[in-house]
């Protein structure tokens, strides 16, 4: 589509502009794959996840505004967790572990830890000094 500005191939370390996805060079030497595994292979997508998501949102629907970014509340649409599923495995259902926040909040979390955006990747969540955790009462 004529107009759109030109994005930066997925491939990791790769500085080539593409409308969407991988561009020529690395789809010739064949490194255009996705590294990061399905959200189902990743467990988000399996029924039980997709329950809890629903209760959790429910009894947590307000965005925990981690970098203290909104004025107002913002509504969470997603259930992050604190410590990442690869940081922790053995915490990926640990209630304590979880938090809601709004898509905006989550994916800005996500680009830090992970890599995004050309950043490296970092360790896990506690590395960023912007990134302020709550401890939540549930009435518990």
């Known amino acids: 589509m004529p107009g759109l500005p ?14 969407s996805g991988f561009c020529p060079k690395c789809t010739s030497k064949g490194k255009a794959r996705e590294i990061r595994p399905s959200s189902y292979q990743r467990g988000y997508n399996r029924k039980g996840w997709l329950v809890y998501r629903d209760v959790f949102l429910s009894r947590n629907p307000w965005c925990m505004d981690p970098y203290q970014i909104h004025n107002l509340r913002e509504p969470a649409s997603c259930v992050d967790h604190i410590a ?5 495995p053995e915490r990926y259902w640990d209630t304590t572990n979880h938090q809601s926040l709004c898509q905006r909040c989550h994916s800005k979390k996500t680009a830090m830890e992970d890599g995004g ?10 590395n960023d000094p912007k990134m302020l ?8």
Do not use: H, I, T
């Open 6 to 19: 030109l994005k930066p191939c997925k491939s990791p370390g790769c500085n080539g502009l593409v409308r």
């Open 84 to 88: 990442s599923v690869k940081q922790a």
């Open 133 to 140: 955790y709550f401890q939540r009462d549930r009435g518990e």
């Open 117 to 126: 955006f050309g950043r490296a990747r970092k360790v896990g969540p506690m």
